[in-house]
Nanobody
């Protein structure tokens, strides 16, 4: 497995979860990492991304609630999700970009109950 995601689960509205995604060292040099999500019946959407240098990009719907970070020494990206809402319920997929390829994690389910 080249990307291993973890940290999903069930949480009440207003709660927090932290997702992690670790890339195997066999992947090589990673540029950007981040998270997409896909809710039932909806298209996959970008949640947050972070470059190797630490520049970040967020979907408007999660700004001020989610924080993305990464540890380059461990090829790991994190997504701290606070003030979760029922509309955040989705399968979250991490990705990692090499120079010419994009790798995807297996998806982790986040369910936010009202």
């Amino acid at each position: 497995v080249q990307l291993q995601a973890s940290g999903g689960g069930l949480v009440q509205a207003g709660g927090s979860l932290r997702l992690s995604c670790a890339a195997s060292r066999l992947v090589g040099t990673i540029t950007s990492m981040g998270w997409y999500r896909q809710a039932p019946g909806k298209q996959r959407e970008l949640v947050a991304a972070i470059t190797r240098g630490g520049s970040t990009n967020y979907a408007d719907s999660v700004k001020a609630r989610f924080t993305i970070s990464r540890d380059n020494t461990k090829n790991t990206v994190f997504l701290q999700m606070n003030s979760l809402k029922p509309e955040d319920t989705a399968v979250y997929y991490c990705f990692a970009d090499g120079f010419s390829t994009r790798l995807w994690g297996q998806g982790t389910l986040v369910t936010v109950s009202s």
